[in-house]
């Protein structure tokens, strides 16, 4: 491997001087680096020291995917034998030069999978060389970078871990762009030729779901584990804090909306009748029809085209069934998994993001069904299977813990006031991370926030940030009064130290910065406060009620309109500005405001839970109900 830049012109690939480029076949010109590499430069994770193997395997990766793009002439291939090479995507057969160019190259060699065409999102048999590089450069306008992360050994057997980057900042068949960060991580491996230390062998293995799901997190007419996330967190503020809602006359309203969400989740289930019960998973998709719900801009009532439905056996669909409280039956198949590793439930929804596991699911529809029913044997299974479950999403995100997570410790700490065999254990291990959990809220340890005052608990993306805000709202104000119920001033983690005031002072700040307290003045929330967003990327609330029925291809003049939306969502939280506490108000930005229903759950959560209890409350100063959530609980024995 060359360190040094063998025949110049480019800073961190070989073969690019005034010379070659001017002599070389290629596809479509001379490339030109600059604008990824400007990106490479301010984002990469290390700098890797000049002549070090990672710096080595580095330049060769980028040079060698420099040649196989560009490249027309398989003959002036510096880095490979063109006689011997293949590549193997996933592994997959390996592919020659010849079977390369014969696929289209560069993207559909990458994207290459075995899904039916009805569900894919991207499909290699569809795009050729030209159409695929044309399609990735207008979604990434500055470039997808690419870095080596790790290298496991050198040649001429080099293993090495790679990132894949990139930013959303065009559209992607029918989606709007979101400005968000793609990310694409996944393992590499390059055989050397002994020789003459060409690569005569070359393997990738990653999930091209990242890349794809990241893709269509625009406007689109879906929604997956949000609707169970919605009901499941409403219904647990109904619950503690009944009597708020009860003081600010929205209690029949929640309770409506928990009926409805409810209702629907029902339907979704078939129960066992000569065979195993089975579950819808989703309404709704990228058919193959040229008017799906991801290209079309209508209103829910004028949509007419048929709409794809997933539906499959419960046994598959574990994190899903654990997700509605379908526990029991989720439960009482020896076989368990993840819906979206299976084609028939999940391969729609794997296109948008992929299932890490089931068992926090199951675990948190086992703590509410023992909540809701007494009988200790669903308590036991959540207490035994918590450990994995910690284990499971320390290892699977660890820029943020995701909210099951956190809620499922706090459920375990709400139960466990006094220690009892066997369960001590479960409570010392959830006490101890929630504890760490509110020393990250509370302190600079973890995470940063922006100059504004808001948390950033996803660092890696630059949008949507209110939803995991309003998230952390929740929980430190629950955890706040039920530190107050048990009398406990304060905890502490390591060397930090929180109290139950402090996690309402920063519960109450993420609010308030929501509603206005940023350096934007700003509200979020539309319809609340002097200035909010008036362009919400919304498909009701942007076209005129008129009485007439707005077709597809009529839609893109509402979604690309400069005016206000003629419909206000009265209520709705919208994404929220970025890292630097910048917001665009504009419906063609989905990523600063598009509305959903789990973040304004969320928001919803946190308002109750924040609201001062009425003067002559019967639950005492704080307002949450005691002993509400043990009715149906009897004293652990």
Known sequence: MASSIVGGGNKFR????????????????????????????????????????????QRLLKTWEMEIVHKADPNELKTMDPNKFTISING?????????????????IFLQTSLPENVRLYNPDDETFESSQ?????????????????VYSGPPGIVYRFRHWGYMDGPFKGHAPTGQLIELFGIGTFELDKESNKIIKAEMFFDRGELLGGLVKGESNLT?????????????????????????????????????????LLKLFVPPNNSSARIYSQV???????????????????????????????????????????????????????????????????????STSYKDELVWGGLWLFFATGNKTYLKYATENFASVVKQQVASDESIFDWK????????????????????????????NIDLLMCWYTSDTKYSKTAGGLI??????????????????ILSKLYSDYLQLLRTPSRRCSDSVFSSESLKQFSQSQVNYILGDNPLKMSYVVGYGNTYPFQVHHRAASIPWDGERCDCSEGSQWLNSIRENPNTILGAMVAGPNK??????????????EPSIASNAGLVAALVALHDPPTASSLGNLGIDKHGMFENVKEVS
């Open 405 to 432: 997570f956190g809620t499922t410790r706090l459920l375990l700490y709400r139960y466990f006031r006094d220690l009892g065999y066997p369960y001590e254990s479960s409570f010392i291990s959830s006490t101890n």
């Open 224 to 264: 997956f584990e949000a609707h169970a996330y919605t009901v499941s967190l409403l219904s647990w503020t109904v619950i503690e804090y009944h009597e708020k809602y009860e003081d600010v006359g929205e209690i029949d309203h929640v309770k409506d909306i928990i009926k409805w969400g409810s209702l629907y």
């Open 14 to 57: 070989d073969y690019l001087s005034d010379e070659e480029l001017k002599n070389t076949k290629w596809r479509n010109g001379p490339p030109s680096y600059d604008v990824v590499d400007k990106l490479f430069e301010q984002e990469r994770t290390n700098v890797w020291a000049e002549g070090s193997v990672e710096e080595k395997v």
């Open 92 to 108: 997959r057969k390996g592919l020659t030069p010849a079977e390369s160019a014969k696929l289209g190259g560069s993207y559909n």
């Open 580 to 593: 630097d506490d910048v917001f665009s108000d504009k419906r063609s930005k989905p990523w600063f405001t």
């Open 284 to 354: 709704g998709g990228n058919n193959s029809n040229a008017e799906n719900d991801l290209t079309c801009w209508q209103r829910p009532e004028d949509m007419n085209y048929p709409r794809l439905v997933s539906v499959c056996d419960i046994s598959t669909a574990s994190d899903l069934a654990g997700e509605m409280e379908l526990f029991i039956l989720a439960n009482r198949t020896a076989k368990k998994g993840k819906y979206t590793t299976n084609d028939e439930c999940g391969g729609h929804a794997r296109q948008f993001y992929n």
């Open 134 to 150: 044309n399609l990735f450069r207008s979604i990434f306008l500055r470039g997808f970078a690419i870095e080596i992360l790790h």
């Open 456 to 473: 950033l608990l996803k660092p890696s993306t630059d949008a949507a940030l209110l939803q995991y805000v309003a998230t952390s709202s």
